[in-house]
T-cell receptor, first 115, second 114 residues
Framework: DTGVSQDPRHKITKRGQNVTFRCDPI?????LYWYRQTLGQGPEFLTY????????KSRLLSDRFSAERPKGSFSTLEIQRTEQGDSAMYLC?????????????FGPGTRLTVL | AQSVTQPDIHITVSEGASLELRCNYS??????LFWYVQSPGQGLQLLLK??????LVQGIKGFEAEFKRSQSSFNLRKPSVHWSDAAEYFC????????????FGKGTTLSVSS
């Protein structure tokens, strides 16, 4: 068990550019979550996968955001045409169906800065 | 709507003193309750969780929390704070149906003075 990993850890981009983040969950976990955390706030839910199926999306996930988990393992979160308001920490978490319900293990996050 | 409130934005405690961080939730059903800690630049680490049973739960690093259904509270406590406990603490609520999102409070920043 190597934990949840995220790449990159930091990303600086210019407004209008596209960015993509990757999350590798704990290997036996079949549920994967994306959260966004802005300064002074707790994490806010964005979306959730069970295996490769995206089962829930938050209203925060505008049409510029897209997430995939093509083989039910790693996931990517893409933001198109970034805006300064997208600057935040993007956290990934995973959990195991059948385990202690909803215990989510978090990765270190990707900090996005949009200039 | 479901919500989690952490009334204290920032708390300063002397090293060796006791600590209590407050958490109240608004939720219609039996919640799953969590406390996470986040150090600067780090992800979230689970301190403890409550699903059912004994309302006083023990966690890592000497933390405990008590679930009080009548008060809709899940306060975090530690009898003696160490300087390394300085961090941000988040209370979170999970839905009964496994696998859905956690709702987090805005967090309490703990500073420890010597």
């Amino acid at each position: 068990d190597t934990g949840v990993s995220q790449d990159p850890r930091h990303k600086i981009t210019k407004r209008g550019q596209n960015v993509t983040f990757r999350c590798d969950p704990i290997s036996e976990h079949n549920r994967l979550y994306w959260y966004r955390q802005t300064l002074g706030q707790g994490p806010e839910f964005l979306t959730y996968f069970q295996n490769e199926a995206q089962l829930e999306k938050s209203r925060l996930l505008s049409d510029r955001f897209s997430a995939e988990r093509p083989k039910g393992s790693f996931s990517t979160l893409e933001i198109q045409r970034t805006e300064q308001g997208d600057s935040a920490m993007y956290l990934c978490a995973s959990s195991w169906r059948g385990g202690p319900n909803n215990e989510q293990f978090f990765g270190p996050g990707t900090r996005l800065t949009v200039l | 709507a479901q919500s989690v409130t952490q009334p204290d934005i920032h708390i300063t405690v002397s090293e060796g003193a006791s600590l209590e961080l407050r958490c109240n939730y608004s939720y219609g059903a039996t919640p799953y309750l969590f406390w996470y800690v986040q150090s600067p630049g780090q992800g979230l680490q689970l301190l403890l969780k409550y699903f059912s049973g004994d309302t006083l739960v023990q966690g890592i690093k000497g933390f405990e929390a008590e679930f009080k259904r009548s008060q809709s509270s899940f306060n975090l406590r530690k009898p003696s704070v160490h300087w390394s406990d300085a961090a941000e603490y988040f209370c979170a609520v999970g839905f009964y149906q496994a696998g859905t999102a956690l709702i987090f409070g805005k967090g309490t920043t703990l500073s420890v003075s010597s």
